[in-house]
């Protein structure tokens, strides 16, 4: 979990992970050189329940970063990426390792909801509410090259069958490159279509608000980490910016 000056939900989104049915995983949030009381916050409960890992980085590198340095640190099975104003609904890592048993996938991701910027959960739940984003039940990686279809804060890594994963320096695009690379090379991710996680949608000024640089991103990608032809990357990218838009209005 990284978080940079996430004091208004940094509680809740730790909360919702130490609460998860599954009791048996660690917690590594990574400051990535905030300048609040994010690192206070993820102290305290470090204090209190000795799953949560606190790493901190002097300055911001950004999300890739951030998340590498918790990639490097974290010590399981199984890697699950959450960001610090999301939520994971109780049961969904149970949900998401037996799909990962039943089925063998070096990627395991889920439906969520998506939710306003000002919500905020009570101190003894997480109710989902809002429009649902569904996924399909198996994503290939031709199926990612027209865009990703894989909310980061749902996605999970089977370690045993990737190795070592890094999270790719592609601002706008990072959890997207890693997909991509996954399933290029270790087969197809496999999908829970049960909504097991809440989605802030951005506000403004967020990293993922600045729809350009996105395009460009996604651009990047496709040319020069997939080698994909300037024509197919194009048509790729045409799909990749509508399906982006339609969900931007859920």
Known sequence: MPVFNGTATLHQSMTSILRQSVPDLELVVVDDGSSDDSAAIADRLAQTDDRVRLK????SGGPAAARNTGIATAKGRYLAFCDADDMWLPHKLERQIACA?????????????RIAPDYHASAADFEPEGRVVSVPTKLTHDDLLAGNQIGNLTAMVNLEVTGDVTMPDRPGAEDWALWLSITREHGAAHGV??????????????HSDDRLRAIRAVWRVLRE?????RLKAAWYLTRSSVAALKKSKI
């Open 193 to 206: 279509h049960e909504p097991l996680a809440l989605y802030r949608a951005e506000q403004e000024g967020s």
């Open 56 to 59: 901190r980085r002097s300055q």
């Open 225 to 229: 980490q997939e080698g994909v032809p």
């Open 101 to 113: 048993e039943r089925t063998g996938a070096p990627l395991i991701y889920s439906s969520y909801h």
